[in-house]
């Protein structure tokens, strides 16, 4: 049996994770897992809410371990809940997966000719799955219905960590900034000019989290990632964190968004108030690397 300490992965050179939170109560947690000691294989972890009855083996795929345990991949990256909370989806190598809570029942996307496909998005209706992933040498952003039968390329330009909200419209990053645009495709409208990265939309569409690298001391040279949120159309910005701040993912009641803090070798999953304020703990610490979390609605989507 696996304990119950966690740690993530990091992904190199892949933007941070991104998505929505789609009205309703808020539900499960779904993350990426990783056992202290690196000998047993590691894979995507449910919990409640709080941190807490976690699963105690790796859901679905798994990959790393040493000696006879070794599973060679790929790993299971950056899941996300569907709309109703009743599958998961994550990105595996070069196609987009999906499973339902138990780990049981996974499907792979029929996709050729992606690699590093990464940040699954789900359409409010759950019928489409937005994507990041390299083609042709450059990463997009594309959408397919979830029979992996229609693939359609939603930027050329270059995207990623794309973020599907209930107004059907798209966030995504693209040259570590943050874009937004019609889910059909049109227009990108730049929202941010100092940096953005992992934009994720509050449960109504109406405002977006996302974390920019600042320098927290005048004269240092190291920036750190903290949490910032505007308004749908990138005004109102306000600064939600004053720390080590990467993963953002709002919950679906639209009180709290999720996160990642890193601080003296520990890492934590904290939240903090969508309008600012005191950070609270989720779950204890964990060493390692970078944890992505997700918050699941586990109530039916309203009508659009």
Not at 10 to 38: M, R, S
Not at 142 to 170: F, H, K, Q
Not at 232 to 246: N, Q
Request: positive net charge; aromatic residues 6%.
């Amino acid at each position: 049996m696996r304990p119950a300490l966690l740690t993530a992965l990091l992904v190199i050179g892949v933007a941070a994770p991104a998505h929505a939170a789609y009205p309703g109560g808020n539900g499960k947690l779904v993350f990426f897992q990783d056992e202290v000691g690196g000998v047993e294989p590691v894979g995507l972890a449910v919990s409640n809410s709080q941190g807490r009855d976690q699963s105690p083996n790796p859901l679905g795929p798994v990959c790393g371990g040493e000696g006879a345990e070794r599973a060679p991949g790929p790993c299971p990256r950056e899941p996300i809940w569907s709309p109703g909370g009743t599958l998961i989806a994550f990105g595996l190598g070069g196609t987009v997966a999906t499973m339902k809570p138990d780990g049981s029942d996974v499907q792979r996307l029929p996709l050729t000719g992606f690699a590093r496909v990464t940040s699954p998005a789900w359409s409010p209706d759950g019928a489409r799955i937005a994507f990041s992933a390299v083609r042709g040498g450059t990463r997009n952003v594309y959408v397919t219905d979830t029979a992996g039968s229609a693939v359609i390329a939603l930027t050329r330009a270059g995207g990623g960590s794309p973020a599907w909200s209930t107004r059907n419209e798209i966030a995504f990053t693209r040259r570590n900034d943050v874009f937004r645009m019609p889910a059909s495709g049109g227009r990108a409208r730049r929202l941010t000019a100092r940096g953005g990265l992992a934009p994720t939309w509050s449960p109504g569409g109406n405002a977006i989290a996302f974390v920019r690298k600042v320098r927290l001391k005048r004269k240092s040279k190291r920036r750190t990632p903290v949490l910032y949120r505007f308004n749908r159309t990138g005004t109102g910005l306000k600064r939600l964190t004053g720390g080590w701040s990467e993963d953002p993912s709002w919950t679906p009641n639209g009180n709290s968004v999720l996160f990642t803090n890193f601080d003296s070798f520990n890492l934590t999953i904290r939240a903090v108030p969508a309008g600012g304020g005191k950070t609270r703990q989720i779950t204890a610490g964990l060493e390692g690397r970078r944890v992505a979390v997700r918050s699941a609605d586990q109530q039916p989507v309203p009508n659009q």
